[in-house]
């Protein structure tokens, strides 16, 4: 992995917590949107996969740090929606949390292209 989606990774993890954190769950996809569109990724599908294991971190540490305090609830809510436990619960809510943070990242970065303009290729010629 490439330094630059290295650091949009961990970027993409730690504003996403603090925006789930004090905000409400959709901000997530606002901070991927927005690094989608300032990182320049030499291609939008390795910033979607990128955000794609961001977005499922990010949503799994929260689903965690939210289900310590009432070890209930995440139960509770699993029932309701038919998914049996809580890791059954947290596990659905990664791989869609990541989905959508994948989404919006790459609407993010191709948002970019259809502002700026396709960046040009360089060739061995220019470079010497």
Avoid: N
Wanted: aromatic residues 14%; proline residues 3%; without cysteine.
């Amino acid at each position: 992995m490439p330094r630059k989606l290295f650091f949009a990774f961990l970027l993409t993890v730690v504003l996403g917590l603090l925006s789930i954190g004090f905000g409400t769950w959709w901000w997530f996809l606002v901070v991927a949107a927005v690094i989608g569109f300032t990182i320049r990724a030499r291609h939008p599908s390795l910033l979607f996969w990128t955000m794609l294991l961001a977005g499922a971190a990010t949503y799994a540490i929260g689903g965690l740090w939210f289900s310590i305090g009432d070890g209930d609830l995440p139960s509770r809510i699993a029932q309701i929606f038919g998914l049996g436990s809580a890791a059954v619960l947290l596990l659905v809510t990664s791989i869609v949390g990541g989905l959508s943070a994948a989404l919006f990242g790459a609407l993010g970065a191709y948002l970019r292209v259809v502002i700026q303009g396709k960046p040009k290729k360089l060739s061995v010629e220019t470079i010497a």
